[in-house]
């Protein structure tokens, strides 16, 4: 989850941002019957920023998430469209070029009209829009920092995802341990797979994939305050992710304010 009065990594929304996204996110939730959605983050464009949010509905060992936009502030969000393969290839491609911040925008120069053409016949533009780089961008990130502290949900003996309602915080001295992290969506570890096809028949808190593996090795960075009794985590890959958790609350969140581009220097970080 997510509190929009948060600051992320020295970033925050201003009031008027807070109390529209509040707003039209509600509105968004009935009128979509959605069983949840919350803010996700924020896109720095060029011109204009993006506003993301996001529902997930975790089912029978499945997670289906949605991604919403706004380009007006957060005064109303639409639904982002998955993109295709190709597309999500050619988004891949663009390691440094900034977002504009206008989602009909489209990469790389204008199909030309031959001048044989019939009728002044317009060419297929198949050129990558910032619609379809936006999505690529935002399910990229989300699927490698959805982080949630082990424990706060279960998988049940009939493989459905749950909230736990038996989680009540995590203790002082698991703050600072990656081992008590996991990723909240489908896992992709092969270890997290078999093990979780060779499950028992009873709730199990162990199912998702931990970040203890991620690479390159010390791509999460956990810090706690002076008590030692909140904490900070951060991905120095898609620097502009933070997630804060207190021990002894059941409550953490996380979001994402940056420029959706991948740190490439993190070779020299860590």
């Known amino acids: 989850m997510t509190n929009t009065t948060s600051s992320f990594g020295g970033?925050?929304?201003?009031?008027?941002?807070?109390?529209?996204?509040?707003?039209?996110?509600l509105k968004l939730k009935l009128q979509e019957s959605l069983p949840n959605i919350t803010f996700w983050g924020k896109i720095i464009g060029s011109e204009k920023d993006y506003f993301i949010a996001k529902?997930?509905?975790p089912g029978k060992m499945s997670f289906k998430t949605t991604y919403y936009v706004s380009v007006d502030e957060g005064v109303s969000f639409s639904?982002?469209?998955?993109?295709?393969?190709?597309?999500m290839d050619k988004a891949s491609e663009l390691?440094?070029?900034?977002?504009?911040?206008?989602l009909q925008f489209k990469y790389g120069p204008a199909p030309e009209i031959e001048e044989d053409a019939e009728d002044g016949k317009v060419p297929d533009d198949s050129r990558l829009s910032e619609?379809?780089?936006?999505?690529?961008?935002?399910?990229?990130?989300?699927?490698e920092t959805c982080l949630v502290p082990k424990g706060a949900f279960l998988l049940t003996a009939t493989s459905k995802v749950e909230a736990n309602k038996g989680y009540s915080g995590m203790p002082p001295s698991d703050l600072k341990k990656a081992s008590s992290y996991a990723l909240f969506r489908k896992p992709i570890d092969h270890k997290t797979i078999t093990k979780n096809?060779?499950?028992?028949?009873?709730?199990?808190?162990?199912?998702?994939?931990?970040?203890?593996?991620?690479?390159?090795?010390?791509i999460w960075a956990i810090q706690t305050d002076a008590t030692e009794l909140s904490a900070t985590i951060r991905h120095l890959g898609w620097t502009g992710y933070e997630f804060h958790i207190t021990a002894g609350e059941s409550g953490f969140e996380s979001a994402y304010f940056g420029y959706g581009l991948y740190n490439h220097d993190i070779a020299l970080m860590i």
Request: hydrophobic share 35%.
């Open 55 to 57: 529902s997930i509905i």
């Open 95 to 102: 390691k440094f070029e900034m977002f504009k911040g206008n």
């Open 11 to 25: 970033l925050a929304l201003t009031l008027g941002q807070r109390l529209a996204i509040k707003g039209a996110l």
């Open 131 to 143: 619609l379809e780089r936006l999505y690529y961008c935002v399910s990229s990130i989300d699927s």
């Open 197 to 218: 096809k060779c499950s028992s028949l009873s709730d199990r808190i162990e199912f998702l994939d931990g970040i203890t593996s991620a690479k390159p090795k010390g």
């Open 79 to 87: 639904e982002l469209q998955e993109c295709c393969k190709e597309a």
